[in-house]
């Protein structure tokens, strides 16, 4: 893949699809990392959001890649979601000990948190915030963390400074209940630009898609504007000299590599 942008990383969610025609007929599993880095320079690891992968495994996918290729793994869900960051200091240092085997190639640990609703361990942004901020002071983090809020309304000023203050990045999700990358953009500007790099997720509309098809092969939804939106917000940030990475799903259109040759040839024509 040749570079859009020399601070610009685009890749997908996961790389283990086996009816990704990216994949030459026949090839066996473990051949796909090593395939699928042939071609892009980094991915977001979404295995790991379910257990944190075993040491060894991480040192397999270390070996599987070439030099400057990096990983993002989505931090576990006993943290995010099952223990909303409180008494998880046994998890999180597990986590770590294997996410340590990728050393140089890991890249970002993405928190993705759930929608938290008023009877859930977060009912409150300030409560939210309070746990947030007590949990990335202790982290001692090896790279860049990653927040990704799925509550409208908790993105704010109170949520960008505080993750600012951190230094941790603002996840910008292209996702159905959120706002948009173009309205964040004209809405905060540069306040979004909370940490070392920005975070794009492109992630759709799973209800939409699944009705659809599960099988992903091929493009089902036209995602042209959209990704259009998400260029010139892209643009806007790399003027500032600020990296981006840009992490796109199956669920935005169907097959999340087709998704992303769409949009490369969008920049080329923009």
């Not at 200091?89 to 640990?109: I, T, V």
């Not at 509550?151 to 000023?157: F, I, L, Q, R």
């Not at 070392?196 to 042209?224: F, H, Q």
């Amino acid at each position: 893949m040749a570079d859009l942008h020399p601070l610009l990383r685009i890749g997908t969610s996961s790389w283990s699809n086996a009816e990704w025609p990216l994949y030459p007929k026949g090839m066996k599993p473990g051949g796909f990392l090593s395939c699928y880095a042939g071609r892009f320079r980094t991915v977001e690891v979404d295995s790991s959001f379910y257990r944190a992968p075993a040491p060894g495994l991480c040192e397999r996918w270390y070996g599987a890649v070439p030099e400057g290729f990096t990983f993002a793994l989505k931090v576990p869900q006993s943290i995010t979601h099952e223990k909303a960051l409180e008494s998880a200091d046994g998890e999180w240092e597990g986590f770590l000990a294997s996410a340590g085997r990728l050393k140089e190639k890991l890249g970002y640990l993405v928190l993705q948190f759930p929608y938290f609703n008023k009877s859930s361990a977060c009912p409150t942004l300030g409560e939210f915030l309070r746990r947030l901020s007590a949990f990335l002071e202790a982290a001692r983090a090896p790279c860049p963390l990653v927040v990704e809020v799925r509550n409208k309304s908790w993105v704010g000023k109170d949520l960008l400074v505080s993750l600012k203050e951190r230094n941790a990045i603002f996840a910008v999700t292209d996702q159905e209940w959120m706002p948009r990358p173009g309205e964040l953009w004209e809405k905060y500007g540069p306040e979004l630009l909370t940490g070392p790099a920005a975070y794009l997720r492109m992630l759709g509309e799973r209800k939409r898609i699944e009705a659809i098809t599960t099988s992903w092969e091929k493009l089902v939804i036209d995602r042209t504007q959209e990704t259009r939106d998400a260029i010139a917000v892209i643009r806007s940030i790399l003027a500032t000299t600020r990296p981006v990475v840009v992490m796109v799903n199956n669920h935005y259109a169907g097959y999340a590599v087709a998704s992303i040759e769409l949009f490369e040839s969008l920049w080329i024509e923009a």
